[in-house]
Antibody, heavy 124, light 107 residues
Framework: EVQLVESGGGLVQPGGSLRLSCAAS????????MNWVRQAPGKGLEWVSY????????YYADSVKGRFTISRDNAKNSLYLQMNSLRDEDTAVYYC?????????????????WGQGTLVTVSS | DIQMTQSPSSLSASVGDRVTITCRAS??????LNWYQQKPGKAPKLLIY???SLQSGVPSRFSGSGSGTDFTLNISSLQPEDFATYYC?????????FGQGTKLEIK
């Protein structure tokens, strides 16, 4: 069974740091690009960051650029999100999601599956 | 950034009804459009990819159509388990962007 399990969320003060992890199983993790997507309480979905299978391509939303760092360890089948200089507005459930492509990386693509999410609360 | 606008934002319907949710992109995205379903406290689940392809295991009462800037998600006969929030998402360019969501409630 293809599965993604996030961990590392919790309560942190503004300006603090947190590292999220996403453990992958049931598929060849090193062959897939991955994303982080977040959802603030009662709000919609916001894409956060993307990393290619080999880590050669990395992208961030403007809202987290310079503060968050995405990385992966293919030997450990794990995805990470290092979050620094956290703000109140970073409070959200953070999901990791695998990228699937219609035929290749230039074609239609989508997120499937998603992990169950981990809650990050930034508050003093 | 490509803006995705869904309508309506909320919808009340009854079991057995046919429902249509629309999604409009601020520029052409060809068929790079996906639909997700999210239930309270759960992760989003893929329903439709590439505008009209049904994800494996998703009931055939769900269908998607459209290309360019205008897309629709149809549910042919609502079932109790379909009451949820639905999101469209474009995968044409980075940043990937989502619609604001359509909350489907029981009438």
């Amino acid at each position: 069974e293809v599965q993604l399990v996030e961990s590392g969320g919790g309560l942190v003060q503004p300006g603090g740091s947190l590292r999220l992890s996403c453990a992958a199983s049931g598929f060849t993790f090193s062959s897939y690009s991955m994303n982080w997507v977040r959802q603030a309480p009662g709000k919609g979905l916001e894409w956060v960051s993307y990393i290619s299978s080999s880590s050669s391509s990395i992208y961030y939303a403007d809202s987290v650029k310079g503060r968050f760092t995405i990385s992966r360890d293919n030997a450990k089948n794990s995805l990470y999100l290092q979050m620094n200089s956290l703000r109140d507005e970073d409070t959200a459930v953070y999901y990791c999601a695998r990228v699937r492509y219609y035929y290749d990386s230039s074609g239609p693509n989508w997120f499937d599956p998603w992990g169950q999410g981990t809650l990050v609360t930034v508050s003093s | 950034d490509i803006q995705m606008t869904q309508s309506p934002s909320s919808l009340s319907a009854s079991v057995g009804d046919r429902v249509t949710i629309t999604c409009r992109a601020s520029q052409s995205i060809s068929s790079y459009l996906n639909w997700y379903q999210q239930k309270p406290g759960k992760a989003p689940k893929l329903l439709i990819y590439a505008a009209s392809s049904l994800q494996s295991g998703v009931p055939s009462r769900f269908s998607g159509s459209g290309s360019g800037t205008d897309f629709t998600l149809n549910i042919s006969s609502l079932q109790p388990e379909d009451f949820a929030t639905y999101y469209c998402q474009q995968s044409y360019s980075t940043p990937r962007t989502f619609g604001q969501g359509t909350k489907l409630e029981i009438k």
